[in-house]
């Protein structure tokens, strides 16, 4: 090789544009560049692992990720943007983002979520925009986003709401747009929207609003300074009902035909008397408009020592710690096997946007009557049905004695149609005396006359034989049938 060649070749390679590194670590099939990290499209079922612990931008949407795993994005402290939409999430355990302090966008838009639990969005100070829409959420707890300070945008928009509690936005100081459009929302209270001392714009529309008493504030509030919060499209707040302003703009709707019924409440008996190991149901009946919400408690405190009986609607199993039942329209108390300690004064409480209304209801314990064994426990009866045993004495010797007639007014009867059925017969030929039927519609009038037979298809049916005698002149005659 000639002299000088060696260098012409290392200056030639020197002078060829390198192409940017592959960034080390980078999960497979992923891409990574920079601070970036994109694994969209990939039909993930989880976060694969090998994500650079510098990534700031993280893209996973369109994928089938069901669950974020504890700890999985604990390595990912610098992450800025999130984005997981369109994936299968199902719910988010409390502190999934405790790792990303300095997270500012997360989109969660277009999965499964059907509840928010408190503590889901824990560590996540410095977030300026939260996307939850096309979830399937039902309802918005107490203090759901109490951790997020500096939120900024809150989209919740095509979801399946239908509550909202009053301390759901509590900590949302920082939010300038709230988007609850297209949900399941009825109602919304003063108090909800207290907190959001920042907002700027609110989104409310396609909602099935029931026009109320508990939506007069609403429509004032917007008529005297909300309006700058509401665009021409988001002012058209429709009434779904009552029937009489359905389809009615609420900011249309004076405020005297906002109107409320207050619940009244029903419960009957007022008093029971149950026996001890018992199964007891209640009935606690409510009307009013907007349909009352209704919740049994025990007003009397519990004996010292005693545990403290809890009142539940019927099909319903509270957790450890869990408040008085309650249940929407009518309320079911149901006890089971009762002891002492359900003994008491328990109340019945209805309340709507109109007013409360409460009923007391006394159970008392029969201590003259022992348990029923458990394996032969008796049936669940309804409080207020006819028991024998809630009778009287008089009327339980009249219905006793009414019984003790019919049975013997049958047994005449019975004897009576026999007795005509008897009579000399001719003897005919074989089997021209019996009759061949499969129920009790023409007889029998005794054991004695029944043969079982097996019909051509291996049906059981059953032979008169008017041949055979009634009673055969005695028992000897019956043998092992009668």
Same mark, same amino acid.
């Given at each position: 090789?000639?002299?000088?060649?060696?260098a012409?070749?290392l200056?030639?390679?020197?002078?060829v544009?390198?192409?940017p590194?592959r960034?080390?670590?980078c999960?497979?099939?992923?891409?990574?560049y920079?601070t970036?990290?994109?694994c969209?499209a990939?039909r993930?079922h989880?976060?694969p692992?090998g994500?650079p612990?510098?990534t700031?931008?993280?893209?996973l949407?369109d994928n089938?990720? $069901?669950?974020?795993?504890?700890g999985v994005?604990a390595p990912l402290?610098a992450l800025r943007h999130?984005?997981?939409?369109?994936?299968s999430?199902?719910?988010?355990e409390?502190?999934?983002f405790?790792? #990303?302090p300095?997270?500012?966008?997360l989109?969660?838009t277009?999965?499964?979520?059907?509840g928010?639990?408190v503590?889901?969005f824990?560590?996540?100070?410095?977030l300026?925009?939260?996307?939850?829409a096309g979830?399937?959420?039902?309802?918005l707890l107490?203090f759901?986003?109490?951790?997020?300070p500096?939120?900024?945008?809150l989209?919740l #928009?095509?979801?399946s709401?239908e509550?909202?509690?009053?301390k759901a936005?509590a900590g949302l100081?920082?939010?300038a747009l709230?988007?609850?459009?297209?949900?399941?929302?009825?109602?919304?209270?003063r108090?909800?929207?207290q907190?959001l001392?920042?907002l700027?714009?609110l989104?409310?529309?396609?909602?099935?609003?029931?026009c109320d008493c508990?939506?007069?504030?609403?429509?004032a509030?917007?008529?005297?300074?909300?309006q700058r919060?509401?665009?021409s499209?988001?002012?058209?707040?429709?009434?779904?009902e009552p029937?009489?302003l359905?389809?009615?703009?609420?900011?249309?709707?004076?405020?005297?035909?906002l109107?409320c019924?207050?619940?009244?409440v029903?419960v009957?008996?007022l008093?029971?008397?149950a026996?001890?190991?018992?199964?007891?149901?209640?009935?606690c009946q409510?009307?009013?408009?907007?349909q009352?919400l209704?919740?049994w408690?025990?007003?009397?405190q519990?004996?010292?020592?005693?545990?403290?009986?809890?009142?539940?609607?019927?099909g319903?199993?509270?957790?450890?710690?869990a408040p008085?039942a309650?249940d929407?329209?009518s309320g079911?108390?149901?006890?089971?096997n009762?002891?002492?300690?359900h003994?008491?004064?328990?109340e019945c409480?209805a309340s709507?946007?109109?007013?409360?209304?409460?009923v007391p209801?006394?159970l008392l314990i029969?201590?003259?009557?022992?348990?029923?064994?458990?394996?032969?426990?008796?049936?669940?009866h309804e409080?207020?049905?006819?028991?024998?045993?809630?009778?009287?004495?008089?009327?339980q010797a009249?219905v006793?004695?009414a019984?003790?007639?019919?049975?013997?007014?049958?047994l005449?009867l019975?004897?009576?149609?026999?007795?005509?059925?008897r009579?000399?017969?001719?003897p005919g030929p074989?089997?021209?005396?019996?009759?061949?039927?499969?129920?009790y519609?023409d007889?029998?009038?005794?054991?004695?006359?029944?043969?079982?037979l097996?019909?051509?298809r291996g049906h059981? $049916?059953?032979?008169i034989?008017?041949s055979?005698p009634l009673?055969?002149?005695?028992?000897?005659?019956c043998?092992?049938?009668?």
């Amino acid at each position: 090789m000639a002299p000088g060649v060696p260098a012409l070749v290392l200056l030639s390679l020197l002078s060829v544009p390198s192409l940017p590194p592959r960034a080390t670590g980078c999960p497979t099939a992923c891409r990574c560049y920079s601070t970036t990290v994109e694994c969209g499209a990939l039909r993930l079922h989880i976060i694969p692992p090998g994500i650079p612990p510098g990534t700031q931008t993280l893209f996973l949407q369109d994928n089938s990720i $069901m669950r974020l795993e504890p700890g999985v994005l604990a390595p990912l402290t610098a992450l800025r943007h999130l984005y997981l939409h369109n994936n299968s999430l199902r719910t988010l355990e409390p502190g999934a983002f405790h790792a #990303q302090p300095r997270l500012l966008e997360l989109a969660l838009t277009s999965n499964r979520l059907r509840g928010l639990r408190v503590g889901a969005f824990t560590g996540l100070a410095q977030l300026r925009v939260l996307y939850l829409a096309g979830n399937q959420l039902v309802q918005l707890l107490d203090f759901t986003f109490l951790h997020l300070p500096r939120l900024q945008e809150l989209h919740l #928009q095509e979801n399946s709401i239908e509550l909202l509690e009053d301390k759901a936005l509590a900590g949302l100081s920082s939010l300038a747009l709230l988007d609850l459009s297209r949900n399941q929302l009825g109602t919304i209270s003063r108090e909800a929207l207290q907190p959001l001392a920042s907002l700027q714009v609110l989104r409310l529309t396609e909602n099935p609003w029931r026009c109320d008493c508990a939506l007069h504030w609403l429509g004032a509030w917007i008529k005297e300074g909300g309006q700058r919060l509401l665009s021409s499209r988001d002012k058209k707040i429709t009434c779904a009902e009552p029937p009489r302003l359905a389809l009615q703009s609420l900011l249309d709707v004076s405020g005297s035909s906002l109107i409320c019924i207050p619940p009244s409440v029903h419960v009957e008996p007022l008093e029971v008397t149950a026996n001890l190991g018992e199964d007891l149901r209640v009935a606690c009946q409510a009307s009013g408009y907007p349909q009352p919400l209704v919740t049994w408690r025990k007003v009397a405190q519990p004996r010292e020592g005693q545990p403290r009986a809890q009142a539940q609607p019927e099909g319903w199993s509270p957790g450890p710690g869990a408040p008085a039942a309650s249940d929407t329209g009518s309320g079911m108390l149901f006890l089971a096997n009762i002891t002492l300690a359900h003994a008491g004064k328990y109340e019945c409480e209805a309340s709507n946007a109109g007013g409360a209304a409460r009923v007391p209801f006394q159970l008392l314990i029969n201590l003259s009557r022992p348990p029923p064994p458990a394996a032969g426990r008796e049936p669940l009866h309804e409080a207020g049905s006819l028991a024998f045993r809630a009778l009287g004495l008089a009327t339980q010797a009249a219905v006793a004695a009414a019984i003790a007639l019919l049975a013997l007014t049958a047994l005449l009867l019975a004897a009576l149609i026999c007795r005509g059925r008897r009579g000399p017969r001719a003897p005919g030929p074989p089997g021209e005396g019996a009759l061949f039927i499969n129920d009790y519609s023409d007889g029998p009038c005794t054991f004695a006359q029944l043969e079982e037979l097996r019909g051509e298809r291996g049906h059981e $049916m059953f032979v008169i034989d008017r041949s055979k005698p009634l009673f055969a002149e005695g028992l000897a005659a019956c043998g092992t049938r009668c």
